[in-house]
């Protein structure tokens, strides 16, 4: 089973650390290839690099149709996963979404801590129609440049913060990509379980692929067909047209 | 891996029927065993009937905690699925939750169809903080005993059903036992895909076991501990105290 | 009119404890009787005690059936409220359900107050539907333990909880065995209504009672009916079976 | 006790039915009285009857401030229930909620059943917070007049709307004068239990009186004081004063 | 193009104030014409005096039937919106109501800010359906009174409360006559914008008059027509009557 | 005052009509400029092209930054509302937010209309957080090249849905480029307001210029600054960077 790990800013760095996590959390048999876009923001952080990131990561996406079997999203908001469900014809996971429905069958209710603002967070769980199952989402005072050099002063405030969410929340979502594998480090003083979205989301794809469900023919996910463009990459408008 | 499949009413047959659904959708070294409660309804169709079901249900858990990697509860209800994941010290699954959660991986809006008075399944999305993603709870106008006498007839009816739902959902979940296994013969017609709680559950309970979630040691999930009991089994006592 | 005061618990002493608040409740011609299961937890805290006494709570009012005009489930919990509905021939009343309600009628917004965690009131209230009126669900940072050994200091902390609470509520309803008859004590100097379960409960049994509404024939509450069943009480059993 | 049936119209014929049917319902004891508003619409069928009926209404309980120990509102709108609720040293009672209220306490959802428009009950049921438990409202294409002229024509359409809604409603509140009492008639052949509001308002007025519960002493539902007004009845004015 | 601005109490002083900040808002060619209810409270601020107040409003719009473009309802709790909008032949605008659609267009969440009890508008924002997009509803602790005896203290106050504010509001409603204005002397150190109900509903007026909709013929919100009554004003009675 | 309006996809022709029918409503003084994006779809009809479309529409909208006063979104979809909202220096609005809100201020409930799949638009109000206004979104069924070939049978179809929509809705909102301008034609017959998208949205446009709001300087719709890219247009690259 070939996986890809589809990145949605142009940071390589950023691929390569997400797919070693998704390596950790495959089942042998599983082969994880990591994808950058060619184009799109260094890091993903406002709305509009956002928008923009979903033509990124639709083009990068149409690159690998039908030569994988399935897609990580890897990035926490999730970016254009409507619309990649609907382009490709295989299986696409959001690492957030997945995290958050992995936290639903724990039980009761989860929370989201990131770094910096919440708010996008807030409007994801709502996006995802998860709102009722989330207690609370949380940002830490601390930029990504601040987790980069003082991680243990960072970590040390993110503990602080899962300790009381626990309060509210049976499970903790750790989104965003400053604390991508924080999980494993503070898990264990933790009261409640860490969730991390990469580890989640190759899980899940795992579980699609073996379910092996077919995609609809109707509706607006059925596969596009006939769709004309311009200035669009090769790969893409080939799929929008359904060759 | 040692999966319990647990049902929740007393008839053999039914937990036959459920251990070898499991066993069609478990991964290679998956070990599926089935459970069968000491008492309480042959069939649970009602909310008295359910509501005796979950103690049931926890008695059966209790005999095999600590024997078994993680339980799918195999009653379309998620008949105590909170105490249950509270009382055992390994991931427990729904089976109808299991297969709302993939349906939302699927993208978009899902149905859920049974047969006979819908309500219960309504409450039980609702219960699941997902009615935000369910668009139509449908019951079609059949009884069990009517798809076991005529079963030709009753899967027309539930094909004819998804094609209309067809129209709101983007999936559909398969809810009941009398429907359990009709998405194989009704897949290649349908226009979205039909999931059922059986094979969902046990890819989920797969999921939770690879990602070794420690369970919570506050709130309403962790563990019990000195709670004194009279006239419960055994197994359900010793839990109950913490033993 | 004879009125079941139906504990959850094996505890006899909180049995008494509610026939004797019951009764300072009841009507002149109300005839208060209480019953205590023959099995089950000694206090119901936890999710799986409060789904093992839901059976008790069935096989116990099982044995009245047909003999009391009126049944009040006297747990906080409101447990197998909706299943002792659809089984009983008689009108069958939560006592934080009937205290909700009774809010309710007072206006606008109210809270729920309890010693310790707070969450399963908030799923309490969610399950009756009524989270549209409910401004704040608290929990007491005290055990029923402290407040049996200094019930002065916990009943100060129970009042200045009130005066908080009422900048968001117009009425406290006061939830849990370890609170129940505070509500005289503490009304004198509370700036909002306190509402306690029995009383509520009694009164809208009695209420019922007067409406002589009758049970539906049709749908999840109607009365059950050729039910099969094994290791039941015979009494619970013959209900099952409509007989 | 002294409960005062509060009309919200000029017809004193609506007033004089209102008061029958609170004295069938009235427990030994309880003294009923009826008051209509000096001023106002003769019935209240629009938006802008309703606004001016809340100033009418008021006036009206000023006069009896004081001298009852109750008020039912004999409106199935609900007129002005939240100010008369701060405005009267009393419990007030509306009649639909009373209905919806009663109907909660008998399990599952209910559903609400008018001639002519819903939509005002709907806006009405989402006022009350209780949109959650309310399956369906439906009007059934008649007037008033119909209903006059052909009462077994408008009944018979009345009891085939509630055999239709009993397929999602667990009990049926019939709102609007034209249906007052009509439950006594269609009870019998209905496959669930139909509400009247003024019966039900009056055992909740009962209920309150009973409870004795003070009013707040602050928020929005405490009594008004020194509020100056012009034009007002004496009365009026001087309950908005705290005279 | 004629406005009015409606007044709902009898404070002929917020009256001119209302129309001075109308015309600071109204384009040219808008010609804004106050108007001052006959009768009801000098300041509305409970729940009683509001109800009046709709009476009261709608008899000062009935003199002004037909002889003006729009209506501005300058009073922040948009008291009888809707039966104005029913009873009318021109466009109505409720000022809090055109504040709270206008921080919708800036995107994102908005916060109500108040002095005194917040939670009216957290009931005036749910009225309005527009609970989903409100992140806030905040009372500052101080009067009226002491905003007019100390204008810079409370200022300040309000001040720092919006800036706690713009944590979760991408925009803030400055809600109250005590408010009127002070968006002027805080907005340019404020972090996010602070939106008037009067400039914002004359915008929304001038808007509604140029986009020329016809009134429903159907429904609530149809002209009246036919309606009888009696003691009310002949204007007011002669629109219920439809003449 | 200049206002830009920006279409989504890559035909001019529609480019002209959306500048044509804004001409109609603007205002004298308002001067309409129209933009067409240099990549993208032909038609946005899919998920897929809706998301590669709000990169375009931020290319295009960020060749006008700083030269234009507002911007209307010409795509029924709204799209990339919120990112072009934090990117532009200037009010953006969408054309079906902008006729949604105008609904809102007719009062009740609204329904939005459209051809083929309604799904895309229930989600959109839903995004918009206006689900709690909105009683219906209905797709009626035929395709913009039968609406083209046969427009009066067509628009017989829009009638009677407009027709049957008012039962429920107080307004209809006519989305989608195919409908656009079918309200002139259908509003003498219709019995309710019907509401088209760019007309609205252009006196939003000049409402919030005339409004002259800052942008707001915190959270997540204050203008970005400092963020790298590759491979964007030079003028979306500088607008990220903050130059």
């Known amino acids: 089973m070939r996986i890809l790990i589809a990145n949605a800013n142009t940071t390589e760095a950023i691929t390569a650390a997400c797919v070693a996590a998704a390596r950790r959390a495959a089942a042998p048999g599983s082969d994880i290839i990591g994808a950058t876009p060619a184009f799109g923001c260094t890091v993903i952080s406002t709305r509009a690099e956002n928008a ?24 926490s908001h999730d970016t254009a996963l409507e619309a990649a469900r609907q382009l490709m014809p295989c299986p696409v996971v959001g690492m957030t979404e997945a995290a958050c429905l992995t936290a639903c069958m724990l039980g009761g209710s989860f929370g989201v801590l990131t770094l910096g603002d919440a708010r996008p967070y807030t409007e994801l769980v709502a996006r995802h129609g998860l709102a009722a199952r989330c207690a609370e989402v949380r940002g830490v005072a601390a930029t990504p440049q601040q987790a980069m050099a003082e991680p243990e002063r960072v970590a040390a405030m993110v503990a602080e913060a899962v300790a009381e969410m626990a309060a509210r929340c049976d499970a903790v979502v750790l989104a965003g990509a400053a604390l991508a594998g924080m999980d494993r480090a503070l898990q264990p003083a933790a009261p409640v379980p860490l969730l991390d979205g990469i580890g989640c989301a ?15 023919s109707v509706g607006s996910f059925a596969a596009p067909a006939g769709r004309t463009s311009q200035g669009l990459s090769p790969a893409l408008a080939a799929l929008l047209a359904g060759h």
């Open 52 to 75: 923009i990131a979903a033509h990124a990561l639709l083009a990068t996406l149409a690159e690998h149709a039908g030569r994988v079997d399935a897609v990580v999203l890897a990035v």
């Open 202 to 216: 190759v899980k899940m794809a795992e579980t699609l692929v073996a379910l092996a469900l077919p995609k609809p």
